[in-house]
């Protein structure tokens, strides 16, 4: 295994027995899932494509794989399944981020009129959804005097 991440979970098997679950629970709880899934993405061999085309039989066998999920056939390896993985860890990131990002403001007592929250999750999903917004355990974890703007409107009249 990567070395990185196995310090990495060093470091957060020592987080998650320092701290109480209600102070860290969540953060930690996201940030060992992102962990999990980054260190499978690399026994799965994962390899970045940014850059770089895939081959036309990756795109024509989407369709058989999603017609073997009709009947619960997952991927069990393959470049489709490690990439699921390391987007995986994205998404869980960027959700530890945004709380501890909440974490942080309520520790120095208070908040500005408005924070950025970098929704990397929006990010990596727009390409295939234009339409993406929060995900439901961001909102889910929100208090209800936030309010999400994109960040397109920022500075819009």
């Known amino acids: 295994m990567d070395q990185r991440l196995a310090e990495a979970a060093r470091s957060l098997s020592e987080l998650a027995t320092l701290f109480p679950p209600e102070h860290l629970g969540d953060l930690v709880d996201l940030t060992i899932g ?3 899934s980054l260190i499978r993405a690399e026994q799965l061999k994962y390899q970045d ?8 039989e990756y795109y024509s066998r989407l369709g058989e794989r999603v017609k073997r999920m009709e009947t619960g056939t997952l991927p069990q390896h393959g470049r489709w399944l490690s990439g699921y993985y390391f987007n995986s860890a994205l998404l869980r990131l960027g959700a530890a981020r945004e709380i501890s990002q909440r974490l942080a403001l309520r520790y120095f007592g208070g908040s500005p009129d408005r924070v950025m929250i970098d929704n990397t999750h929006v990010v990596v999903l727009r390409p295939v959804c234009p339409c993406v917004t929060t995900v439901p355990q961001t909102r889910a974890r929100m208090s209800k005097d936030y309010r999400f703007i994109s960040h397109s409107s920022v500075g819009a009249k």
């Open 49 to 56: 494509r940014i850059g770089t085309e895939l081959p036309h």
């Open 34 to 36: 992102a962990l999990a």
